[in-house]
């Protein structure tokens, strides 16, 4: 399977993992996380990234190329040693997801690609880790995405910092600031749609968990001119539109407003009221939740927008001049709105709209102002009303930012993290008193970064031990000072002008400047320049060479804007407002002060004094934001713009100074681990010091002394060429390593899975041997115990029952009864049983008895009808002849035939006689032996010879019938003496007699005689037969005239 790696936009090379496949290296949910050093091998397809690494760190072409590959690759982030470069993509590339905040959590800077997330870690964990408060400085031209960075800066901390135990809205309210501040604070200008017209600092209060529980929020230097004037294409604050594109029709009608921002004249100026890129509805909504996020009160919310109206109404607020050229208000209905929304009396406020106090001598006098200075004093009105609110508006998010345990113990122990959003240096074709103070303000900001570079870079040097080679830049403190020295700086000429009396003007102050620092060499103006520059300057302007280039400034309006003028009587009337924010912005005290309050650029002066003491409190952070190009569009790389940024922002200068020493440097533990590979004597493992390791490595890499420095803690390399034949040459024996390293792995894997599996053999051959084993013996123990059992129970099987004897007799029984199961007699007539143990004889008989009923009733259940009938006359045969006659044993196998005939079996004549007259029998004596049909009919005996009846004996008078006890066949049916009508008995011979004659059931008399039978032969004749046992049948006529029969002796008997 291939390794498919991906570049994403943070220039992080990550594997691309198969959706169906997880791949178990995954560190993140989306990849395998490759570090930084790693991606110096992909250095020749995306730059540098550091710029650290630059072959050529003095040109600015390369410095410039490098961005210009990274940036098409939508690689944004570069880095100059700790410093974040970032270059506006203007165009959501999706790397400031969540997945993106965990994989810069909590790893080395240097470890991951550049970007945003990496340096706010860092900084997060070094406030944590060493409880130093942190400062990090985004600086950038407008539009460059100051703000932008700030605001995901903000982002990851809410997401990734754990949550505070107590006010856990702290996190919203400090993410929920930033639209309203917005808002507020921000325009559409011509080089940004969501310009920031004041400069902020942020501070972030963590405790000591890290958890974010305050902020606070200097704002600086509010562009209110911007309330009263647009240049073209530029729009008024972003609030005034979002109002009256979102407000609710009940509020603008409270309110007095209509929804067209064309009615009100202080939108118009710029003639862009609608933009593409900004919708002021949805921007609306989310300053209406915000504001509710950050404690405001449905009042407060509805005193806001009065003012924010007020402002609108104060802009159409007419004046006509009346004879006297006085001015007049001549708008009414606007009138009568702002003395609603800003709760003053209406004709106090009239006044001071159309005339000013002036105090000479103790007396106040009024003096009517004509129609420009009306015109004039509204629109300072409009201005310090705005400005004002907005500065209320920061205290008030400070308040709902201040964190409630300020007075706890723990409070004490929570860190600070700040955040600098300040304009940036501004260069327009007419640049005034506003770029002046930004630009005073970056060229301040850039001292103290050069300051604070060169000091943390002299200062580790310093800890490694390095002799601090002196570094060649620009030092812009010439250009500071020319601003900002008490007396000969430009402020002070400016305040002095202001404030002397007389007839100051613009131009006087312009003159004060040619006379005070003519000879300054950052300073230029007409009269001051040569020939050829002089055409390049207005007689109205003075130019300043900052550190990042000239600026011509233009002196109208310095003055004014300085003094930043508001008529007393119109502060009076507004100190006297019962809207409370009017009132709290106008404070009564500011009416007695007698001082006259600072000009604009002291305070601001002060400002960024102040708040360069903050900052070189703090462990500082840089991000230097660069914008691409003009047009504000995605993948434009405009190299006339950026290379008057990177030279603005100083960042060939920050680059010589990284530079100046050592282009790399590396903690000694890191550098060895890294390339110990390189080395026999520190491959695999080295025992010694890290810093021993490195020396021996080095030395076996062939660094040249002057290529190298070895510090207390780090390994200092001059050039980049050595680094990057270092990341080759590891890069060769990566490749052998990775084979090798493969191939021992798959060694290890199989040999330790053999391994496994043989364990698991012998651990089963083991057990089931055990088994088989335990099983055995416990298998002979039982047949020792049992014939143990049964030899004492068979010695003691006659004694009574006792546990000695139990089992044997129990065994004894149970064999016998389950033996009996198999040995039970198969028939009735089977008499086998066997012998059963004393103790179960009875049992045994018992059995046995049931067993053979059994048998018989399911005997007698299976005969049939037919059967029954031939055993009943088989049981009446025995009955008479069992035992008593001779050839019965020979009868009892032959079944009895059936004696019933069909009447179509019987010769009609027989059946005729039957039917009709009696038959008559005559005895002819022994002589005459004919065979005969001896038929029972019903009724009768009927002996028939030749269809012809002989003799018929009815039931009634057979009196029984003799035969004798040999096996001859002899019968004599006995007959009443009485029956005249018969012969006297007859003598009959038939194998099968007694079953015809008892199978008729007729006779109940039957003599088994011995010997002998008499026989009545007719009236007075009896005769008698002798019957003698022989050979075989002999009948003959004795002697004596008795019928001799020999019959023969039968075995059976
Ligand atoms: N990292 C970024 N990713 C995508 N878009 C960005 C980024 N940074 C800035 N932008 C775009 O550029 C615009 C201008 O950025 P931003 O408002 O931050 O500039 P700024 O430096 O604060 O300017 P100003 O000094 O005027 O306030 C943003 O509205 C946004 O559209
Ligand atoms: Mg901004």
């Known amino acids: 399977m291939a390794l498919q790696v991906e570049l994403i936009p943070t220039g992080e090379i990550i594997r691309v993992v198969h959706p169906h496949r997880p791949c178990k290296l995954a560190l993140g949910s989306d990849g395998v996380r490759v570090t930084m050093e790693s991606a110096l091998t992909a250095r020749d397809r995306v730059g540098v990234q550091d710029f650290v690494l630059l072959e050529n760190f003095t040109s600015e072409a390369a410095f410039i190329e490098n961005l210009r590959r990274r940036f098409r690759e939508n690689l944004i982030y570069t880095y100059i040693g700790p410093v974040l470069v970032s270059v506006n993509p203007y165009r959501d590339l999706q790397i400031y997801t969540r997945q993106h905040m965990e994989r810069y959590r909590g790893v080395s800077f240097y470890e991951v690609p550049p970007h945003l997330f990496a340096v706010a870690d860092t900084v997060y964990r070094a406030l944590r880790t060493e409880r130093r408060d942190q400062a990090v400085m985004i600086s950038g031209e407008s539009g460059a995405g100051k703000t932008e960075a700030t605001k995901r800066l903000l982002q990851f901390y809410a997401e990734t910092c754990p949550a505070p135990e107590r006010g856990g809205a702290v996190r919203d309210r400090l993410l929920q600031s930033n639209p309203v501040l917005e808002a507020f604070g921000n325009a559409k200008t011509l080089r940004n749609d969501n310009s920031s017209r004041f400069g902020k600092y942020m501070d972030v209060q963590f405790d000591f968990k890290g958890a974010p529980v305050g902020g606070h929020i200097l704002s600086y230097l509010l562009e209110k001119s911007r309330v009263v004037h647009q240049n073209h294409g530029e729009r008024n604050f972003h609030i005034f539109y979002q109002l009256l594109e979102g407000g609710e029709e009940e509020t603008l009608r409270r309110l007095g407003l209509e929804r067209n921002p064309q009615s009100y004249l202080y939108l118009v100026k710029g003639q862009c009221a609608k933009v593409s890129s900004i919708n002021d509805k949805n921007d609306w909504k989310v300053v209406r939740k915000a504001l509710t996020v950050i404690n405001f009160t449905e009042d407060e919310v509805e005193d806001l927008l009065s003012i924010v109206a007020s402002v609108l109404h104060l802009g159409n607020l007419h004046f006509a001049a009346d004879e006297e050229s006085n001015a007049q208000v001549t708008s009414e ?144 403190k010439i250009i500071c000072d020319l601003v900002e020295e008490k007396f000969k700086g430009i402020i002070s000429i400016l305040d002095e002008e202001c404030l002397r009396p007389g007839e100051a003007t613009d131009l006087t102050f312009l003159e004060k400047l040619e006379d005070t620092i003519k000879h300054h060499p950052h300073f230029l103006t007409h009269k001051l320049a040569d020939q050829r520059t002089r055409k390049s300057l207005g007689r109205g302007e003075f130019r300043l060479l900052h550190y990042a280039g000239e600026v011509t400034y233009s002196v109208t309006g310095f003055l004014d804007k300085n003094n930043d003028l508001l008529f007393r009587n119109l502060k009076e009337t507004m100190c006297s407002s019962e809207n409370p924010i009017m009132s709290q912005c106008f404070d009564r005290s500011e009416l007695s002060d007698k001082k006259r309050p600072e000009t604009v650029a002291t305070q601001f002066k002060m400002s960024l004094l102040q708040l360069v003491e903050i900052l070189q409190s703090k462990e500082p952070a840089y991000i230097r934001c660069i914008k691409p190009n003009d047009a504000k569009q995605p993948g434009r790389f405009d190299e006339v713009l950026i290379r008057h940024q990177v030279k603005y922002l100083g960042l060939m200068e920050n680059l010589r100074v990284r530079r100046a020493g050592f282009a790399y440097r590396r903690k000694y533990e890191a550098f060895l681990q890294r390339y110990k590979s390189l080395c026999p004597e520190t491959w695999p493992t080295w025992a010694g010091r890290p810093q021993d390791g490195v020396a021996v490595l080095v030395r076996h890499l062939g660094y040249k002394p002057e290529e190298y420095k070895m510090g207390r803690t780090k390994i200092f390399i001059r050039f980049p060429k050595t680094l990057f034949a270092t990341e080759d040459a590891l890069e060769v024996r990566r490749q052998s390593l990775a084979t090798k390293i493969q191939a021992s792995w798959r060694g290890f894997h199989w040999r330790q899975k053999f391994l496994r599996v043989k364990r698991s053999a012998i651990c089963i051959q083991s057990w089931w041997r055990g088994t088989l084993g335990r099983r055995k013996a416990a298998k002979r123990k039982w047949a020792a115990q049992t014939i143990r059992r049964l030899i004492r129970g068979f010695i003691l099987r006659h004694a009574p029952r006792c546990p000695e004897n139990a089992f044997f007799l ?97 010769s009609p004549k027989v059946l005729q006689a039957l039917g009709t007259e009696p038959i008559q029998v005559r005895h002819r004596g022994w002589r005459h032996r004919r065979p005969r049909q001896l038929l029972l009919t019903p009724n009768a005996v009927v002996i028939v010879e030749d269809a012809k009846v002989k003799q018929r004996i009815d039931y009634t008078n057979l009196t029984g019938i003799s035969v004798s006890s040999l096996s001859d066949s002899l019968f004599v049916l006995h007959v009443q003496r009485e029956d005249n009508k018969q012969k006297g008995d007859v003598v009959l011979q038939s194998d099968s007699y007694s079953r015809r004659l008892f199978s008729a059931d007729r006779v109940n008399n039957i003599n088994i005689n011995q010997g002998s039978i008499t026989y009545a032969g007719g009236p007075g004749r009896d005769g008698i037969i002798d019957f003698t046992p022989g050979s075989e049948l002999l009948i003959t006529k004795a002697k004596n005239g008795h019928l001799a029969v020999v019959a023969p002796r039968l075995n059976s008997r």
């Open 333 to 476: 209905n606007q009138f009568k709105y702002l003395t609603r929304l800003l709760g003053v009396d209406g004709s106090t406020f009239r006044e001071a709209l159309t005339h000013r106090k002036i105090i000479a001598k103790g007396e106040e006098l009024l003096s009517p102002l004509n129609l420009e200075q009306a015109a004039y004093a509204r629109d300072a009105l409009a201005k310090a009303v705005y400005s004002r609110t907005f500065t209320w508006l920061v205290g008030k998010i400070n308040r709902s930012l201040a964190s409630k345990d300020a007075q706890s113990p723990s409070w004490r122990s929570t860190t600070v993290l700040g955040l600098l959003d300040i304009y940036g240096f501004e260069v327009f074709q007419h640049n005034s008193f506003e770029q002046f103070c930004i630009n005073y303000c970056n060229e301040k900001l850039q001292q103290l970064f050069i300051e604070l570079t060169l000091k943390s870079e002299q200062e580790e040097y310093e800890a490694e031990g390095i002799a601090w080679e002196p570094v060649q830049y620009f030092n812009n």
């Open 810 to 906: 129990d065994h004894v029984r149970t064999s016998f009864l389950l033996n009996l199961r198999r040995q039970l007699p198969r028939n009735v007539l089977d008499t086998s049983w066997p012998i059963p143990p004393p103790a179960l004889r009875e049992a045994s008989e018992l059995l046995r008895e049931l067993c053979m009923k059994n048998m018989v009733w399911k005997y007698c259940r299976s005969i049939s009808p037919e059967w029954k009938q031939q055993l009943h006359q088989k049981a009446v045969a025995s009955e008479i002849f069992k035992g008593k006659k001779d050839n019965y044993p020979q009868s009892v196998p032959r079944l009895f035939i059936s004696t019933r005939l069909g009447a179509d079996e019987i």
